[in-house]
Structure formats: structure tokens, C-alpha cells
């Protein structure tokens, strides 16, 4: 089985080939079709994949090139985790958004809608592209913001490409451990947008285990999101919200703690990963090493102000544990090319799920998942407080999709206005003249 990865350069990339390399099964990847635009950055990845793979006999083949089209012919799965505009347009997006009051967090408010903006059109082709040369491959979608992006490819490909993102497994597990119970063997109920969701239960054999989390204010307070909202928070909502909501929830604290900050996120990771990749053109740098040491310092500082600004302290140990994306894209494809049924949380059309939303609206619940893709579960709908919010950014994203297909600045403004985190038109247009400043890849917006 063949598996092309779009942003194989990325630094990421080694987690995804160590869950390959963990699956012997039969009918398992065989090939690894690494696409970049960038071939040192390709090399260097390329480098640590073959010290990953060192001592394991069956180890999938890896192959690298700069052809989109070589790449993409004769894939079983297509994996999409590309960044328009490198970590460096990341940190622009924050600084630009940072000058003018609001967020520039790569998927949440303003932040987010550049991203998507630069990164839509991109997408838009590789989805085209895909349709025309590998019809019969599935496409599965890490590229950010995952749900914005999984929408606009679907247009083109349908169900054929899913959204997956790690921030609910991550919730989940951690709200299992809390309560004591095995997170393989819980059903979570999960719903929402991507990196807009709250978990509402935790079923473990019949039995949903939330209620006794929320009423044991110690219990609450002894994992990261307890930590990053708080245990009256918590429960006041009655459920347990993705990380990312705390930019919603507390976003003046949020703000103030990224103006405030030596740099952002972007800025850090950009300088970061220069570093990475400069280092790893050296002949005799130990790849493995040298990636895994600075992995460790990524996975350490994430969403460091948002703790900073909640007084939560450092990440726990078991929190920076890896088996995230890596481990759901390959159940994922285990699932759909063997049908081995499962259920995982995913990005996908909604059909008749939320009912507040239509059927071609990407959205992350639960989903069944079988040879002929993924099925959402019917959920409960959502109270007013997180419909609203729902349908706010929903209709944002549309805003956006509408202005990469037109190249109407006007709709580009509108998307920012309409933000709940931006709420402003006369910094919206601010914010769409800074952006398209920056970034070349904003210059069809007229």
C-alpha cells in the first residue's frame, strides 16, 4: 500500500513514519512517497526517517521528490499536512494580528482566517489534482485549519478526504485518566468544529463517568484543561471544552499574555526549526537525535502563554506522551483499507448531524469508520452558548472559502469583521491591508 505525504519536509513528518514502522500487520504501508516543496528540508527529514527505520527489517521504502503530480499518481492514501508560507507567514499572522489588539493563533480568529486564506486555493488544486490522478485514494487532512481546509478539498473529493486532528484524543484520554478508566475502552462524546469542541461525556461500560468529574473539584483541577479553565468554569458549562476555546473564553488574558510574551509561538518555532534544519546539513549530525531533542522542546512549550495566562503551570509529563494525529491517521487507514470497523473523531461533512448546520458543513464528532469511509454518529444538539459560537465561526469559514474561490477582498474583510475575536470592520479592513502586505500569496485578493 502506497501513502503519499504532501509537506513531507515537515518536522512532524518521523511521528508519523515511527506509528508505520509500529504496524506489522498485513496489507500495511509499504511505501512512503515524502512531497516538498523544499528538497533540504525533504533531506533532512529523509535522514531521520532512515534511522527510525535502522534494525526493522520490513520497514516501508521512502522515497522523496518535488513533483506534486510523481507524487500523487498511484497513491492508495494521500496525508496533506502542507504550510502555505512556512512558520515564518505563521509568525506574521500573529505579529500583524498582535498590532492591532485581537489573536493571531494559526487557526483561531484573525490568525486562523489568513492561514486559510493563503492556504484554500493551495489546497483547492492538490484536491483537483488528486481527483484527476489518484481518483481511488483517500485523502486525510492535517493540513491547518484542518476543518476550513477538509471543507474546501471535499467540494472536489467528497467523502474521499477527512479532517483529523489530535486535540480531541488528547481530551479524551486525559478525562479518562482522571476518572480512573482506559481511554481505548471509553466513548467519548465529543462535538463541535475543528478546535471549537467540547467533550460532553465519557461512557465507560453503559455509564457516562462525567458528572462524577465535574462534581469532584480536585478531580477537575488535576489535568490540563482543569488547569487552563478551571474547575468552576468547568462546571458551569457542564462539559469539558477543547483547549483552544480558552482563546475564546478568556481571550483578553490570552492576548495580553502573547503581547507580553519575548515572541510568539511562530516566531519561536520558526527560529527553532532553522535552527533544526540548519544544523542537520551537517554530514556527521545524528538525525534521530537531534530531532527527538528538539521535538521534546516543542512539545514542552505548547500553548505555553495560554498556561502562563491561566497560572497553570508546566505541562505534566504524561501530557507531552506522543500518539496523537500519527496514531488516529493510522487507524484511520487501517479501518477504511482492511475495514477494519472502528470509531474515531474526525472532520467530516455533516450531513444530517448537527442540525443547526447543512449537510456540507465540515464538522469534528465521533464517526464510524469502515471500508466505505467515515459515517458521523447522530449527537444531542449543542446548548445556545456553544451553538452560537458554532454557527459564528461556521459562517466565517464560509466567508473564507468565499473569497479564495471569487478573490473578493470584500468577502476577505468580511470573514475578519464577522470573527467574535475580531468584532470590529475598521480593523478587519486594518487586517486584510496588513496580510496582504505580508504575504504574496494574498495578492489574488483584489
Given amino acids: 500500500m502506497r501513502l503519499t505525504i504532501l509537506g513531507g519536509g515537515g518536522f512532524r513528518l518521523p511521528l508519523v513514519y515511527g506509528a508505520l514502522l509500529g504496524d506489522h500487520a498485513a496489507g500495511r504501508v509499504t511505501d512512503v512517497v515524502l512531497h516538498d516543496l523544499d528538497a533540504g528540508r525533504l533531506t533532512a527529514i529523509a535522514r531521520v526517517l532512515a534511522d527510525q527505520a535502522a534494525g526493522v527489517p520490513d520497514a516501508p521504502r521512502v522515497t522523496v521528490t518535488t513533483d506534486l503530480d510523481e507524487a500523487l499518481r498511484g497513491a492508495d ?43 484554500v486555493p493551495v489546497a483547492v488544486d492538490i484536491a483537483r489534482r488528486v481527483a484527476r490522478l489518484a481518483p481511488d485514494a483517500w485523502v486525510i487532512n492535517f493540513t491547518n485549519p484542518a476543518g476550513l ?26 478525562v479518562a485518566r482522571a476518572l480512573g478508566a482506559d481511554p ?8 463541535g468544529l475543528n478546535h471549537l469542541g467540547w467533550l460532553r461525556g465519557l461512557r465507560v461500560e453503559g455509564r457516562d463517568e462525567l458528572p462524577r468529574l465535574l462534581a469532584d473539584t480536585a478531580l477537575l483541577g488535576s489535568f490540563e484543561e482543569g488547569k487552563l479553565f478551571g474547575p468552576d468554569w468547568l462546571q458551569s458549562l457542564g462539559a469539558i471544552p477543547n483547549e483552544y476555546l480558552h482563546y475564546y473564553y478568556f481571550n483578553r488574558e ?28 551537517r554530514p556527521d549530525a545524528p538525525a534521530l537525535e537531534t530531532w527527538d531533542r ?30 496523537g494525529y500519527e496514531q488516529v491517521a493510522l487507524a484511520l487507514m487501517r479501518a ?3 475495514n477494519q470497523r472502528t470509531t474515531l473523531i474526525l472532520n467530516v461533512r455533516n450531513r444530517t448531524t448537527l442540525s443547526v448546520l447543512d449537510a456540507d458543513a465540515v464538522v469534528e464528532v465521533p464517526c464510524f469508520v469502515d471500508a466505505n469511509g467515515a459515517h458521523p454518529v447522530s449527537v444531542s444538539p449543542l446548548p445556545a452558548h456553544a451553538t452560537g459560537l458554532v454557527l459564528a465561526v461556521k459562517a466565517v ?36 491591508d496588513g496580510y496582504t502586505g505580508a504575504h504574496p500569496a494574498l495578492a489574488y485578493l483584489t
Fill in 77 to 119: 492514501f494521500v496525508f496533506s499536512a502542507i504550510r502555505v508560507g512556512g512558520l515564518e507567514g505563521r509568525a506574521a499572522d500573529e505579529r500583524i494580528a498582535l498590532a492591532e489588539g485581537v489573536l493571531g493563533q494559526e487557526t483561531v480568529g484573525a490568525g486562523g482566517i489568513a492561514y486559510g486564506l493563503r492556504t
Fill in 149 to 174: 481546509v477538509t471543507e474546501a478539498m471535499a467540494r472536489h473529493l467528497g467523502d474521499r478526504v477527512i479532517g483529523i486532528c489530535d486535540s480531541p484524543v488528547g481530551l479524551g484520554r486525559r
Fill in 184 to 191: 481505548d475502552s471509553a466513548w467519548i462524546d465529543y462535538v
Fill in 254 to 281: 490570552a492576548v495580553r499574555a502573547y503581547q507580553e510574551a519575548k515572541q510568539t509561538r511562530g516566531a519561536f518555532l520558526h527560529e527553532q526549526q532553522a535552527r533544526f534544519y540548519a544544523e542537520m546539513e
Fill in 294 to 323: 528538539t521535538r521534546a522542546e516543542r512539545e514542552a512549550t505548547y500553548m505555553a502563554h495560554n498556561r502562563e495566562a491561566a497560572g497553570a503551570g508546566e505541562r505534566d509529563a504524561s501530557d507531552l506522551e506522543s500518539g
Fill in 336 to 338: 477504511i483499507a482492511h
Fill in 397 to 432: 469559514e464560509r466567508e473564507v472559502l468565499a473569497a479564495a474561490d471569487s478573490g473578493s477582498r470584500a468577502a476577505a474583510v468580511k470573514a475578519f469583521a464577522l470573527h467574535p475575536l475580531v468584532d470590529s470592520v475598521t480593523v478587519a479592513r486594518r487586517l486584510v
